[in-house]
Nanobody, 117 residues
Framework: QVQLVESGGGLVQPGGSLRLACAAS????????MAWYRQGPGKEREYVAL???????TYTDSVKGRFTISRDNAKNTVYLQMSSLKPEDTAIYLC???????????WGQGTQVTVSS
């Protein structure tokens, strides 16, 4: 199993920035997909950003141009840089990894992000 620990959440004002980190218990260099999801209050879990082993990334429409997912293979860590934050970005943000296309997903415990004035 892969252990994942997220950090970096907190309270931020609208328009502010945060960087989330997800540290993995093993090498992420060859992991097929790393992802950030979020679940807002009263909402279903939704994907936010995906990072694939070929270097490609995808984002849900609502965060395009504001969020950036990146990997640091030397630190076994994936990041989510968030800027121009909005109240609707308030959610628990969860890290998810999948080693291969047909492998199971591993999830972290999540980190709370609250955007409020």
């Amino acid at each position: 199993q892969v252990q994942l620990v997220e950090s970096g959440g907190g309270l931020v004002q609208p328009g502010g920035s945060l960087r989330l980190a997800c540290a993995a218990s093993e090498s992420i260099a060859s992991m097929w997909r790393m992802a950030w999801y979020r679940q807002g209050p009263g909402k279903e879990r939704e994907y936010v950003a995906l990072s694939f082993s070929d270097g490609s990334t995808t984002y849900t429409d609502s965060v395009k141009g504001r969020f950036t997912i990146s990997r640091d293979n030397a630190k076994n860590t994936v990041y989510l840089q968030m800027s121009s934050l909005k109240p609707e970005d308030t959610a628990i943000y969860l890290c998810c990894v999948r080693k291969r296309l047909t492998s199971p997903d591993y999830w972290g415990q999540g980190t709370q992000v609250t955007v409020s004035s």
